[in-house]
């Protein structure tokens, strides 16, 4: 079954910078379309970062020209590189298929956006 282990995450001043990645367990992850998700308490989980087999990315209006999404298919990892952090950029972020297919969520990996 695959896995997902996110990790990177951590308290950031306004305007810093952070590297997420995504570890994947499984052969198929390579075909798959990735995704980064977030979510903060109260609100719906939010797509906001994506990657298909080929390397196409696309992003949410509000991170876009800040948020870049990548992906290593020979180590199966997705990243994302967050720049000018906002503190609205403060949730757990996750990764996993695009659209969600029923994959099991990982323990997703904590940003937090204050000075």
């Known amino acids: 079954q695959v896995q997902l282990v996110e990790s990177g995450g951590g308290l950031v001043q306004p305007g810093g910078s952070l590297r997420l990645s995504c570890a994947a367990s499984?052969?198929?992850?390579?075909?798959?379309?990735m995704g980064w998700y977030r979510h903060t308490p109260g609100k719906q989980r939010e797509l906001v970062a994506r990657?298909?087999?080929?390397?196409?990315?696309d992003y949410a209006d509000s991170v876009k020209g800040r948020f870049t999404i990548s992906r290593d298919n020979a180590k199966n990892t997705v990243y994302l590189r967050i720049d000018s952090l906002k503190p609205e950029d403060t949730a757990v972020y996750y990764c996993?298929?695009?659209?969600?297919?029923?994959?099991?969520w990982g323990q997703g990996t904590q940003v937090t956006v204050s000075s």
């Open positions: 990657i298909t087999s080929g390397g196409y990315t």
């Open positions: 499984g052969s198929a992850f390579s075909i798959n379309a």
């Open positions: 996993n298929t695009v659209p969600w297919g029923g994959l099991g």
